[in-house]
């Protein structure tokens, strides 16, 4: 694939990596997604250990979670141009950004299956080194940030975490979390209860600093 100078040898398997459940319910990318997210996992995983030496592991693993999110990876998406190749159902806007993701997961799925794990490991170190190096700290958890915040603001008082009704299929739902504080609330959404609460804490604290 020109855009992350691979090309592959079965590229049937790209065209999988590319095809959203919506679009095809049975040939699509939830397999390539699966061990893409595997192997992308183990590679940051491996590079930020070998980039931070002596830093702890809480510090590690908050690194290691924003690189792997779902916003990052549909950032990446957007930034290679791997978006306009992905074939999809009819999407929202928030949801659009789980397709992104997951076609890059898949995408980079099917590189490990069809160039084994060494390839798949150079193409995401190129790219995902430049924007681990630019942390120069490990980055707060947005929901023990978003804490922090209203407890200095708010004479200690606590963010109040609401779980919504799912949506989507049963073997795919998309989760919703409503979080309130200082008057204020935002709605989060993800593929868990644990992203979905995450991602609403990002955008409240977000609403609350300006």
């Known amino acids: 694939m020109q855009i992350l100078n691979y090309v592959f040898t079965d590229k049937n398997l790209l065209t999988l990596a590319l095809t959203q459940s919506g679009a095809d319910a049975v040939n699509n990318n ?10 992308l996992g183990l590679v940051v995983a491996e590079m930020l250990f070998n980039m ?30 791997l978006t306009k190749h992905i074939r999809h159902g009819h999407m929202t806007g928030g949801r659009l950004q789980h397709v992104w993701a997951d076609a890059m997961e898949a995408v980079l799925g099917a590189i490990f299956v069809d ?21 120069l700290s490990a980055p707060k958890d947005p929901k023990t940030a978003l804490q922090e915040f209203v407890q200095k603001h708010d004479d200690g008082a606590l963010p109040v975490y609401e779980y919504l009704e799912a949506n989507g ?42």
């Open 115 to 135: 160039g084994g794990f060494d390839t798949a490991r150079e193409i995401i170190t190129a790219l995902w080194y430049e924007m681990a190096s630019e942390m």
């Open 169 to 210: 299929a049963s073997h795919n739902p998309t989760f919703s979390v409503r979080v309130s504080a200082m008057g204020k609330s935002a709605i989060g959404t993800g593929t868990s209860k644990k992203s979905a609460s995450i991602s609403a804490a990002d955008t409240l604290l977000k609403i609350l600093a300006i």
């Open 52 to 81: 931070f030496p002596g830093e702890a592991e809480g510090d590690l693993a908050r690194r290691h979670a924003m690189l792997v999110s779902t916003e990052t990876l549909a950032q990446m998406a957007s930034k290679i141009g």
């Open 30 to 39: 939830e397999r390539l997604e699966f061990i893409g997210d595997r192997v």
